[in-house]
């Protein structure tokens, strides 16, 4: 499989960021990956991208191919993202996958998501649910 452009993290635990990271190097499915501790500062970083707000030439920014997004956070939680995700350009936005990464299995939120055709994933991040996902939507991409 072709590696991803980018993966996105945004969760405000330590912890699984560093663990999903891990997961995701050992994958070797991309070479980029960002960490946002909530939805606020990923959003501006997409914005930023979206309307050509950065050095195209930094290393820092990048257009993801993969959002795993955690609900359950400060300043602005998940769905509050997509929200205003759902605002950007819809050709920034049309190669872009979403995914909820939660501890929550209330039956609103996976609605929730199912409502907006995102894939929800419980955490943890494992090996098969990330092949998984990868397969499902990426599948087109490999070689």
Do not use: C, W
């Amino acid at each position: 499989m072709r590696k991803l452009k980018g993966i996105m993290l945004i969760d405000d635990d330590d912890t699984n960021n560093f663990l999903n990271q891990r997961l995701l190097n050992r994958m070797e499915i991309t070479d980029k990956i960002r960490e946002f501790r909530n939805g606020k500062q990923a959003f501006d970083y997409l914005y930023n991208i979206s309307a050509e707000h950065y050095d195209p030439s930094s290393p820092d920014y990048f257009k993801p191919s993969l959002i795993l997004l955690d609900i359950n956070m400060p300043v602005m939680n998940g769905f509050e993202f997509l929200s205003l995700f759902e605002k950007l350009n819809a050709g920034f936005r049309k190669d872009i996958v979403l995914a909820l990464l939660s501890t929550s299995e209330h039956s609103q939120d996976t609605e929730r998501a199912a409502a907006s055709n995102i894939a929800y994933l419980t955490k943890p991040l494992t090996t098969q649910k990330m092949q998984d996902l990868l397969d499902a939507y990426f599948q087109e991409e490999g070689e």
